[in-house]
């Protein structure tokens, strides 16, 4: 039987180790003989970097943030993410929509029905067929990502964001428990990457 499309979207606040995980589950993939898209947002396209390069230098006001990471979103899903869907591939995206009710809604105050309204407008009913949220106390993720030269604009902000973001998230997870799986980040790696195996063979059974 030919394999379906599989969309993951991995989050959670820096520091939670999200990039070596989403590395070694797309070894793992490809080792099944699966063919992996890895792909990050905002981002994933020239055009979608361009307005990532924007957001993370640039000031702005948080509801323009939230308009130009749907933008980003909208060319990403339409030029990688529902192709490589289309095509059968595993799509391992590095931050997607969760992100944007995380960080603009609950870290920047933009109205949540603003946000689901965008949601819908840009995605329809396309949503991961799994959501992995690293969890950890933010000041944990301050000590892992340790001190950084150039902190882009969500770097530079404080505990007390990054512990509306870590709510933000978990309130989502509440919304969406079928598809959004929270892992406690604070663990080893190790201890991190079996129940992310687990979750994901799940998954894929
Ligand atoms: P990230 O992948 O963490 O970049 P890096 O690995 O280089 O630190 O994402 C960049 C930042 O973008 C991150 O701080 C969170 C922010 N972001 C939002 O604020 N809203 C969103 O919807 C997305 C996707 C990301």
Same mark, same amino acid.
């Given at each position: 039987m030919q394999p379906t499309g599989v969309f993951i979207s991995f989050e959670g606040i820096d520091g939670a180790g999200k990039s070596s995980h989403i590395q070694a589950l797309s070894e793992a993939f490809r080792q099944q003989g699966r063919e992996v898209v890895q792909t990050r947002e905002p981002g994933g396209t020239a055009l979608a970097e361009k307005l990532r390069d924007m957001v993370l230098h640039q000031p702005m006001d948080a509801l323009t943030e939230a308009l130009l990471i749907f933008a980003a979103r909208r060319d990403h899903l339409q030029t990688v993410i529902q192709p490589a869907l289309d095509a059968n591939r595993v799509v391992l995206c590095d931050r997607f929509t969760d992100a944007t009710f995380a960080y603009q809604g609950a870290g920047r105050g933009v109205a949540h029905d603003k946000l689901a309204t965008l949601e819908r407008w840009v995605q329809?009913?396309?949503?991961?067929?799994l959501t992995i949220i690293f969890d950890l106390p933010p000041a944990v993720g301050r000590a892992r990502a340790g /001190?950084?030269?150039?902190?882009d604009r969500f770097e530079q902000e404080n505990e007390a964001f990054f512990g509306r973001v870590r709510d933000g998230y978990l309130q989502r997870a509440r919304e969406a428990p079928q598809r959004v799986r929270v892992v406690?980040? /604070?663990? /080893?790696i190790g201890e991190v990457q079996t129940a992310l195996a687990l979750i994901v063979e799940d998954l894929c059974r």
């Amino acid at each position: 039987m030919q394999p379906t499309g599989v969309f993951i979207s991995f989050e959670g606040i820096d520091g939670a180790g999200k990039s070596s995980h989403i590395q070694a589950l797309s070894e793992a993939f490809r080792q099944q003989g699966r063919e992996v898209v890895q792909t990050r947002e905002p981002g994933g396209t020239a055009l979608a970097e361009k307005l990532r390069d924007m957001v993370l230098h640039q000031p702005m006001d948080a509801l323009t943030e939230a308009l130009l990471i749907f933008a980003a979103r909208r060319d990403h899903l339409q030029t990688v993410i529902q192709p490589a869907l289309d095509a059968n591939r595993v799509v391992l995206c590095d931050r997607f929509t969760d992100a944007t009710f995380a960080y603009q809604g609950a870290g920047r105050g933009v109205a949540h029905d603003k946000l689901a309204t965008l949601e819908r407008w840009v995605q329809g009913n396309l949503q991961p067929d799994l959501t992995i949220i690293f969890d950890l106390p933010p000041a944990v993720g301050r000590a892992r990502a340790g /001190s950084i030269k150039t902190p882009d604009r969500f770097e530079q902000e404080n505990e007390a964001f990054f512990g509306r973001v870590r709510d933000g998230y978990l309130q989502r997870a509440r919304e969406a428990p079928q598809r959004v799986r929270v892992v406690d980040a /604070s663990h /080893s790696i190790g201890e991190v990457q079996t129940a992310l195996a687990l979750i994901v063979e799940d998954l894929c059974r």
